[in-house]
């Protein structure tokens, strides 16, 4: 049995947020202005950085022990990059696509960005994605293969859970996440295969870069992988997070996810088929549609899912001193809609500048969980 101790088990978040114009939440290439100023604050500066479009910019925490070092660090970043967006007339958003775009996004200027654009090629106009990524420490890589084998299965309900780009090009998609739907054009997307070990996992994906289906290892686009540069296992499938609560409650709940499937007995491997056509139906329907129960393997209800989730992980979340907190939030989250659910309600409420000031403003305490 692997410790859950929190100190024990070491996470990371990373996050990207775009800049948007507040009439027509259009994107606005300001990342490297930004940059240049948060560089400077020693708080954040180390931990700040471009990303693929110039309208982009990505926070990656230091590592993280608990979720109070969490909230320090990501309200802590959040604010800064308000107060900076603000000054410049922008809204600064965490939130998976823009809600509208009229023209080819402005690139960031960088060698290995050139070759994937390259690469991609016209994928490239419609990739203005920001997402939430979670590191998990893993012992080994063939620990870290054991883990992604055991939580494949969870991948469409944390989708689901995470979602938040109903938008695209000022229009309803009638997806909870079309982001994940745009990402679906890349060579290597969805979900990973079960894998016998590392060895193998190394092998197919240096295979997968050697066929050009990859650019590099780092640009192998599961929903859930090794990372390459740090001893952790990566999941990927969130949309980037209206606020720091929701991104802090998916970290900790798949801290736990990740501690539950490295005790767990190896895993028998669901069809990669099955799960794609799950992460589909995820991305379409957020938590108002039905996804397989991996606990019953029959389909459920995607808010039963959740629960049963919940359930699967609750002996991690209380070793990890996590659950009282984790349950309040995914309570709340249930109750009132993911990202995508309060895009839509902000929108038909009260338009444009309603949705906008959605994206910009932090939570007030009272939507807060309990620390």
């Given amino acids: 049995m692997l410790s859950t101790r929190a100190s024990d088990v070491p996470f990371g978040i990373e996050e990207e947020f775009m800049f948007l114009s507040p009439d027509r939440l259009l994107p606005v290439p300001a990342a490297d202005a930004a940059h240049s100023v948060l560089l400077r604050d020693p708080e954040v500066g180390p931990y700040v950085g471009p990303e693929f479009l110039a309208s982009q910019i990505e926070y990656s925490s ?4 608990t979720r109070e070092q969490a909230f320090e660090a990501l309200t802590g970043f959040r604010g800064r990059l308000g107060r900076v967006a603000e000054s410049i007339g922008l809204v600064a958003a965490g939130t998976g696509l823009p809600f509208d775009s009229d ?21 490239a106009h419609d990739h203005q994605m920001n997402a939430l990524h979670v590191h998990v420490n893993v012992p080994s890589r063939d620990a870290g293969v054991h883990a992604l084998n055991g939580i494949r299965a969870w991948m469409p309900v944390l989708l689901a859970l995470g979602s938040n780009s109903p ?13 994940a739907l745009l990402a679906r054009r890349w060579a290597t997307t969805g979900c990973a295969p079960h894998f016998r070990d590392a060895a193998e996992y190394d092998a197919h994906t240096a295979r997968l870069v050697e066929l050009g289906a990859s650019v590099d290892l780092a640009c192998i686009a599961w929903d859930a992988r090794l990372s390459e540069r740090f001893p952790t296992l990566e ?72 629960l049963a989730l919940v359930r699967y992980v609750r002996p991690a979340l209380h070793a990890l001193g996590d659950a009282e907190f984790v349950e309040a939030a995914i309570a709340q989250r249930l109750r009132g809609g993911t990202g995508a659910d309060r895009q839509r309600a902000a929108l038909l409420e009260g338009g444009i500048g309603a949705l906008a000031e959605l994206l910009r403003r932090a939570p007030t305490p009272a939507e807060r969980p309990t620390l």
């Fill in 167 to 179: 938008f695209w090009h000022g229009r309803d998609t009638g997806f909870a996440s079309w982001r």
């Fill in 62 to 65: 230091p590592i993280l022990a």
């Fill in 235 to 306: 999941v990927r499938a969130f949309d980037a997070q209206l606020d720091a609560e929701s991104a802090i409650t998916l970290a900790l709940l798949t801290r736990a996810l990740v501690v539950t499937s490295l005790n767990a007995e190896p895993s028998a491997g669901a069809p990669v088929d099955v799960l794609d056509a799950e992460l589909w139906l995820a991305a379409r329907d957020g938590l108002h549609g039905r996804l397989v129960n991996p606990v019953s393997g029959e389909p459920d209800a995607a808010t039963e899912v959740v």
């Fill in 103 to 123: 023209d080819i996004p402005a690139p960031t200027p960088s060698p290995r960005y050139e070759r994937i654009r390259a690469d991609i090629r016209a994928v």
